[in-house]
């Protein structure tokens, strides 16, 4: 069973940066793709960015291609979330996610992750 929990979220003005941490646990990276993905209120839950197994591979939305930045530091188990040149419109409730994968290049549905985090609000103003 993997567990997620989500760090990092916060209140920020317009153009400002935030960066979100995920912990899984070790070796969840070994076995499994990570994925970022936001709730803006009234809306469905969309992927922001997965960091395919092996760390090498990654892919965002268009929407937030050339500001987001998903990365893994190995030593701490971590994977973030460098969230830079925010706008109101990134408000949301972000959720880090996992699924044991092979690989890919694409953008799942939150239907295709198997393990989910609580959350962690971003406020943009």
């Known amino acids: 069973h993997v567990q997620l929990v989500e760090s990092g979220g916060g209140s920020v003005q317009a153009g400002g940066s935030l960066t979100l941490s995920c912990a899984a646990g070790?070796?969840?990276?070994?076995?499994?793709?990570l994925g970022w993905f936001r709730q803006r209120p009234g809306k469905d839950r969309e992927g922001v960015a997965v960091?395919?197994?092996?760390?090498?591979?990654?892919t965002y939305a268009d929407s937030v291609k050339g500001r987001f930045i998903i990365t893994r530091d190995k030593a701490k188990d971590l994977v973030y979330l460098q969230m830079n040149g925010l706008q109101p419109e990134d408000t949301a409730m972000y959720y880090c996610?996992?699924?044991?994968?092979?690989?890919?290049?694409?953008?799942?549905?939150?239907?295709?992750?198997?393990?989910w985090g609580q959350g962690t609000q971003v406020t943009v103003s």
């Open positions: 996610a996992a699924k044991s994968c092979s690989g890919g290049s694409w953008m799942p549905p939150a239907g295709w992750y198997n393990y």
């Open positions: 960091l395919w197994i092996g760390g090498a591979t990654t």
């Open positions: 070790r070796y969840t990276y070994k076995r499994n793709c």
